[in-house]
């Protein structure tokens, strides 16, 4: 069973340095792209930025500049290198991986539990 663990949220003030990593657990997997999303209160989840397997990366507008999307492929581990972080970055965090367990079955997105991630003015 393919699982998400996720750390690194936390308390940060504005203009501060953040970085989250999320594993994925388990063995006998392919992973194709992986991403961070993010949902504060009241709002819909978005996507943040995505890693794709062949180095492709895309973020959202408001944070290009600031946050870096990395992958480490040997330890199925991307990051989110989060920099200049404001108030509206607030939210819970969320790592998303695009995987195939098996040659025999489509592949399907997995989450992880969710990181919380504040930024005080």
């Known amino acids: 069973q393919v699982q998400l663990v996720e750390s690194g949220g936390g308390l940060v003030q504005a203009g501060g340095s953040l970085r989250l990593s999320c594993a994925a657990s388990?063995?006998?997997?392919?992973?194709?792209?992986m991403g961070w999303y993010r949902q504060a209160p009241g709002k819909q989840r978005e996507l943040v930025a995505v890693?794709?397997?062949?180095?492709?990366?895309n973020y959202v507008d408001s944070v290009k500049g600031r946050f870096t999307i990395s992958r480490d492929n040997a330890k199925n581990t991307v990051y989110l290198q989060m920099n200049s972080l404001k108030p509206e970055d607030t939210a819970v965090y969320y790592c998303?991986?695009?995987?195939?367990?098996?040659?025999?079955?489509?592949?399907?997105?997995?989450w992880g539990q969710g990181t919380q991630v504040t930024v005080s003015s």
């Open positions: 388990g063995s006998g997997f392919s992973i194709n792209a």
């Open positions: 998303n991986a695009n995987i195939r367990i098996s040659i025999l079955l489509p592949s399907k997105d997995y």
């Open positions: 890693l794709t397997s062949g180095g492709s990366t």
